[in-house]
C-alpha cells in the first residue's frame, strides 16, 4: 500500500510539473499590453504644423541672409575703384599748350610786358625822334607781328594735333563707364570724361588767345605806322628843314 502511495504522489507532482508550463500564456500578455503604441491624431497634426512653422521661419532667415549678402557685394561693387584713369595723359596735353603759350615771341602774354612794350613801340610817335629810330621802331613792331601770327599758327597746330589723343582718350572712358560695376567706377569715369572736356576748351580758349593776339598786333601795328606815317610826312613839308629842291643831272650831265 505504501508504494501504491508513493507511485501516486510521484505520479501527481510531475503532472503539476508538466502542467505548470500551461498556466504561463495567461500570465506572459500582461507586460506585452504595457509597450502598446497610442497614436494621437489631434498631437501628430499639431507637431506637423510646428514642424511646418519652424520650416517656414528658417527659409525665411535663409532669404534674409542671401539678401544681406548681396547687398554687400553691391556695396563693394558701388566702392571699388575705376582701374583706368585717363588724367595724366590730360595734364600732359594742358602742359604742351601752357609751354606753346610760354613761347610767345616779343611780347609775352603779361600785363606789365605788353604795357611797357606799348608804350616804347605803339605809342605817339615823338617829334624829337630821330629819322633812324623811327625806321628801327617799324621793324621791331613789324617782327612783333610776324612772331604773333606764327606764334597762333603753333598754337593752332597743338591743339589740332591734341585732337587724336583726345579721340582715343574720350573712347577710352565712354567704354570704362559703359562697363562700370558700380556708382563709384561711373563717377570716376564720368569725371575723367569732364576733365578732358575741360582740357578741349582750355585748348579752344589758348587758340583764341594766340588768334587775338597776332590780329591785336597786326593792328596795333598799322595804328603805329599810319601815326608814324603822319609824322614823317610832316617833316617831308616841313619849311626849311623838309625837301629842298635842287638840280638834276641827267645823260651826260645834261640839266
Known amino acids: 500500500m505504501t508504494t ?42 499639431q507637431n506637423v504644423l510646428t514642424a511646418a512653422r519652424t520650416l517656414e521661419q528658417i527659409t525665411h532667415q535663409v532669404t534674409s541672409l542671401q539678401n544681406e549678402a548681396q547687398m554687400l557685394i553691391n556695396q563693394a561693387r558701388n566702392l571699388a ?49 630821330a629819322d633812324q629810330q623811327l ?8 617782327q612783333n607781328t610776324v612772331g604773333g601770327l ?14 587724336d589723343t583726345n579721340r582715343i582718350q574720350m573712347s577710352a572712358l565712354v567704354n570704362q563707364s ?37 590780329t591785336a598786333l597786326a593792328q596795333a601795328e598799322r595804328s603805329a605806322a599810319a601815326e608814324q606815317g603822319r609824322e614823317q610826312r610832316r617833316r617831308f613839308l616841313t619849311a626849311g628843314s623838309g625837301y629842298q629842291p635842287g638840280n638834276a643831272r641827267m645823260f651826260n650831265g645834261a640839266n
Request: charged share 10%; net charge positive.
Open 4 to 45: 501504491i502511495h508513493a507511485r501516486r504522489r510521484t505520479m501527481a507532482f510531475a503532472a503539476s510539473l508538466l502542467a505548470a508550463p500551461l498556466v504561463l500564456p495567461a500570465v506572459l500578455p500582461t507586460p506585452v499590453l504595457a509597450w502598446r503604441i497610442v497614436f494621437d491624431p489631434s498631437n501628430y497634426a
Open 150 to 163: 606764327q606764334d597762333a599758327m603753333r598754337v593752332q597746330a597743338g591743339v589740332v594735333g591734341n585732337i
Open 81 to 129: 575703384s575705376l582701374p583706368f584713369s585717363a588724367l595724366q595723359q590730360i595734364q600732359q596735353a594742358v602742359q604742351r599748350t601752357q609751354q606753346l603759350l610760354g613761347q610767345a615771341q616779343n611780347i609775352a602774354y603779361d600785363v606789365q610786358r605788353i604795357d611797357q612794350m606799348f608804350q616804347q613801340k605803339y605809342n605817339s610817335v615823338s617829334m624829337s625822334t
Open 178 to 214: 559703359q562697363g562700370a560695376t558700380g556708382a563709384l567706377q561711373a563717377t570716376q569715369a564720368g569725371n575723367q570724361i569732364l576733365a578732358l572736356q575741360s582740357q578741349q576748351l582750355s585748348d579752344l580758349v589758348a587758340l583764341l588767345s594766340a588768334n587775338g593776339r597776332a
Open 135 to 142: 625806321v628801327a621802331d617799324a621793324r621791331s613792331r613789324w
